[in-house]
């Protein structure tokens, strides 16, 4: 742009004057395009800094990860530990339970040994009380029971002796009868140690899965927090790609637009030139008339000539007013205003420099015109404010709106205005020649001058520079349909593209926002396999067994607690106890797939808890089924084949969605709207603030411009 600016303003103007003016234009330029660059890398630094920040995030991330991992493996191995101490504790019951069999067995043997004395005892009563019956008969046979007397003293000693041997005999079981229940005791207060420690021991548990629980959330957010900075970084580099391209699209066009100018350049210089000279022409005019008042002396002819003519400008410049005020009514944008003020800023210098010098003209010795370097002088600050205004609004348009057509129309459309001031006021200073010329000649008596043959030929040649700015003006005028035409057509196509865009975002926003806010109803599943010790599949008996046993557990009162105690620690009991046992009877099914498989299905209203709810439930019912395993006949342990790994840990259900109903898709409507409305709010106060921004950065630049 700066090549084809010098190369225009060398071939228009060759003086020397002019060339070196309009040098200080380029590192002013070079400074504007060096500034957009610097913006561009420190918005690069900072998506560096913002990249750099992330990657850190990323291994404090993988590290977290990896403790939690570690973490998980620990209370894994804890729980493995736990089921085999249950499982120990289940054998010790059972072997405790055999002894109390044998136990019994052994109170009942000592029952029947002592009813048998009891009833050696009677006999032996009873046969004493004959004896005493018989000690007459005795007496009387003495003779025939000697020898009686001694079978019958022998016997009974030996039964004495065996009464003697009995009595030892249920010394010795009582004693060890009391040594057996001292043992019971003591299993019994080992069992008690045993049960409070397996109650501290689940405590633990438990607070190991509250930790874990806490991991897992921690996890999540910081799961969460990395998505958002893939989402934040994507966002960024898309915004970078889409500046980099605006800023090339920014580039073409203002190179092309330079072009443009650089065509138009040396109409306008010679607009400008035209105008330079209107002083030089007023002021000959002026000598002339005083020469024509000291030769002819004709005061009150030249009194009403001027009087005329003075009413003629006056006429002139109230219908230069006129037109001025429509054109301020029809030019209605804020922007045309006050590029309006600015040029009449710039001008009023000019002005008052042109006053003194057509002030200084009577102090001339010789009448003649101001010097030709005071003129070039004038006329080359002129162009290069003019220019430089022209530059300066055309490349911050074409940089801060990156294109828009309508700015660059408002510019154009303004410069034309400019032009057209420039024809008038040409226009006025030539009908105010033209009548003060034909007044000079009707007074002189039709002789002319070699002064006004040259004022005459200063107004062909105004005439001719009048004529060419107005074809300048047709040619702005063309330019900026073209411009308007060509630019039209990608600027809709963004904008539906954006609008497609932004709809499309607020839609997948609703739909996340009534995924993850809104309950909708859905089913969950899990499948659990029996497994029995030797590895066999039970079939039959043994797998309806399995079957109903299993479908029992889940309506007994200690499981249901115990289910609901876990759901508690995780936060997904709602309603007590009693809820739970009614969102167990109503909502879960059991269902056969046969081959030792057991489905459980729970049905719910909110299906964003259907999941975690049924993962609790069936590591509950695996956990008590192997813990109480060996006192079932079939032996086999419940098992959760379908682990999985998701967002939340280890899973084991799988979730089924049902249909959004009409309330949902409300919901979602809704978000989708919010989410659309508040886009377009943001995008307007951005695009205000901007425009605001814009316009003070105009201003300033161009208040700098003209005080330079």
């Known amino acids: 742009m700066n090549h084809d600016h010098h190369s225009s303003e060398d071939d228009t103007n060759p003086d020397a004057t002019s060339g070196s003016a309009s040098t200080p234009?380029?590192?002013?330029?070079?400074?504007?395009?060096?500034?957009?660059?610097?913006?561009?890398?420190?918005?690069?630094?900072?998506?560096?800094?913002?990249?750099?920040?992330?990657?850190?995030?990323?291994?404090?991330?993988?590290?977290?990860?990896?403790?939690?991992?570690?973490?998980?493996?620990?209370?894994?191995?804890?729980?493995?530990?736990?089921?085999?101490?249950?499982?120990?504790?289940?054998?010790?019951?059972?072997?405790?339970?055999?002894?109390?069999?044998?136990?019994?067995?052994?109170?009942?043997?000592?029952?029947?040994?002592?009813?048998?004395?009891d009833d050696d005892?009677?006999?032996?009563?009873?046969?004493?009380?004959?004896?005493?019956?018989?000690?007459?008969?005795?007496?009387?046979?003495?003779?025939?029971?000697?020898?009686?007397?001694?079978?019958?003293?022998?016997?009974?000693?030996?039964?004495?002796?065996?009464?003697?041997?009995?009595?030892?005999?249920?010394?010795?079981?009582?004693?060890?009868?009391?040594?057996?229940?001292?043992?019971?005791?003591?299993?019994?207060?080992?069992?008690?140690?045993?049960?409070?420690?397996?109650?501290?021991?689940?405590?633990?548990?438990?607070?190991?899965?509250?930790?874990?629980?806490?991991?897992?959330?921690?996890?999540?957010?910081?799961?969460?927090?990395?998505?958002?900075?893939?989402?934040?970084?994507?966002?960024?580099?898309a915004r970078i790609l889409e500046d980099e391209r605006q800023i090339g699209l920014a580039g073409g066009k203002l190179a092309e637009l330079a072009h443009v100018i650089a065509e138009q350049t040396p109409r306008l210089e010679q607009g400008a030139e035209a105008m330079a000279l209107i002083p030089r022409l007023e002021s000959?005019?002026?000598?002339?008339?005083?020469?024509?008042?000291?030769?002819?002396?004709?005061?009150?002819?030249?009194?009403?000539?001027?009087?005329?003519?003075?009413?003629?400008?006056?006429?002139?410049?109230?219908?230069?007013?006129?037109?001025?005020?429509?054109?301020?009514?029809?030019?209605?944008?804020?922007?045309?205003?006050?590029?309006?003020?600015?040029?009449?800023?710039?001008?009023?210098?000019?002005?008052?420099?042109?006053?003194?010098?057509?002030?200084?003209?009577?102090?001339?010795?010789?009448?003649?015109?101001?010097?030709?370097?005071?003129?070039?002088?004038?006329?080359?600050?002129?162009?290069?404010?003019?220019?430089?205004?022209?530059?300066?609004?055309?490349?911050?348009?074409?940089?801060?709106?990156?294109?828009?057509?309508?700015e660059m129309a408002k510019r154009l459309r303004a410069k034309a205005e400019r032009v057209g001031d420039y024809a008038r006021h040409l226009d006025l200073r030539r009908r105010r020649l033209a009548g003060l010329r034909a007044a000079i000649a009707k007074q002189r008596g039709g002789t002319l001058t070699v002064a006004d043959g040259s004022a005459l030929q200063e107004l062909q040649r105004i005439e001719a520079r009048h004529r060419e700015l107005q074809e300048v003006r047709e040619f702005l005028g063309r330019s900026e349909q073209q411009m308007v035409r060509r630019w039209a057509r990608p600027r809709s196509v963004a904008i539906v593209a954006w609008i497609l865009v932004l709809v499309a975002i607020s839609a997948f926003a609703g739909w996340f926002g009534v995924r993850e806010f809104v309950p909708v109803p859905g089913v969950a599943g899990v499948t659990i396999k029996a497994v029995a010790p030797d590895g066999r599949t039970l079939v039959g008996e043994d797998e309806a067994a399995?079957?109903?046993?299993?479908?029992?557990?889940?309506?007994?009162?200690?499981?249901?607690?115990?289910?609901?105690?876990?759901?508690?620690?995780?936060?997904?009991?709602?309603?007590?106890?009693?809820?739970?046992?009614?969102?167990?009877?109503?909502?879960?099914?059991?269902?056969?797939?046969?081959s030792g498989r057991l489905r459980l299905v729970l049905a719910g209203e909110d299906a964003r808890v259907l999941e975690p709810t049924l993962d609790v439930i069936a590591t509950s019912l695996a956990s008590q089924s192997a813990r109480l395993s060996p006192r079932r006949k079939d032996g086999a342990r419940a098992t959760l084949p379908t682990e999985r790994v998701t967002s939340h840990g280890v899973g084991y259900a799988t979730l089924v969605k049902g249909p959004w109903d009409s309330r949902a898709l409300g919901w979602m409507a809704m978000i989708a709207g919010g989410f659309l409305g508040a886009s377009i709010l943001a995008i307007g106060i951005v695009y205000g603030l901007l425009s605001r921004s814009k316009r003070v950065f105009e201003e300033q630049e161009s208040l700098e411009h003209v005080t330079a």
């Open 25 to 117: 234009e380029t590192p002013r330029a070079g400074a504007d395009v060096l500034s957009l660059i610097a913006d561009v890398e420190r918005h690069l630094e900072r998506i560096r800094e913002v990249q750099n920040r992330q990657t850190t995030d990323f291994a404090d991330l993988a590290e977290r990860q990896r403790r939690v991992g570690e973490a998980e493996t620990a209370l894994a191995e804890r729980a493995d530990e736990l089921e085999a101490t249950a499982t120990d504790l289940a054998s010790s019951r059972e072997t405790l339970e055999s002894e109390r069999g044998e136990l019994e067995v052994l109170r009942s043997e000592l029952d029947e040994v002592r009813s048998g004395l």
């Open 121 to 237: 005892r009677a006999c032996i009563t009873g046969r004493e009380q004959r004896i005493d019956a018989r000690s007459a008969e005795v007496d009387r046979r003495s003779s025939e029971l000697e020898n009686r007397e001694h079978d019958l003293i022998r016997r009974i000693a030996e039964s004495e002796a065996s009464v003697a041997g009995m009595q030892a005999e249920m010394d010795q079981m009582t004693s060890d009868h009391e040594s057996r229940m001292d043992e019971i005791e003591q299993a019994n207060e080992r069992l008690l140690e045993t049960e409070s420690r397996c109650g501290e021991l689940r405590e633990i548990a438990d607070g190991r899965e509250a930790e874990l629980l806490a991991t897992r959330t921690m996890a999540d957010d910081l799961q969460i927090a990395l998505e958002e900075s893939v989402r934040t970084v994507g966002e960024l580099e």
């Open 284 to 406: 000959r005019i002026r000598d002339l008339q005083e020469e024509v008042a000291e030769k002819h002396g004709n005061d009150g002819e030249f009194a009403s000539f001027r009087e005329t003519t003075r009413v003629r400008i006056d006429q002139l410049e109230r219908d230069l007013e006129t037109a001025n005020a429509r054109a301020a009514e029809a030019t209605v944008e804020a922007d045309s205003e006050r590029i309006e003020a600015l040029i009449s800023e710039a001008r009023a210098p000019l002005e008052r420099r042109i006053v003194e010098l057509e002030s200084d003209l009577p102090a001339s010795a010789d009448g003649d015109v101001v010097s030709r370097d005071k003129y070039e002088m004038a006329k080359e600050r002129c162009l290069k404010a003019e220019r430089r205004g022209d530059e300066l609004e055309t490349a911050l348009s074409m940089a801060n709106d990156r294109g828009q057509a309508r």
């Open 546 to 594: 399995w079957d109903t046993w299993h479908q029992a557990l889940a309506t007994d009162p200690a499981f249901i607690a115990m289910v609901h105690q876990k759901l508690a620690v995780r936060g997904l009991a709602e309603g007590g106890e009693s809820a739970t046992a009614a969102m167990m009877a109503e909502d879960l099914s059991f269902e056969d797939e046969g």
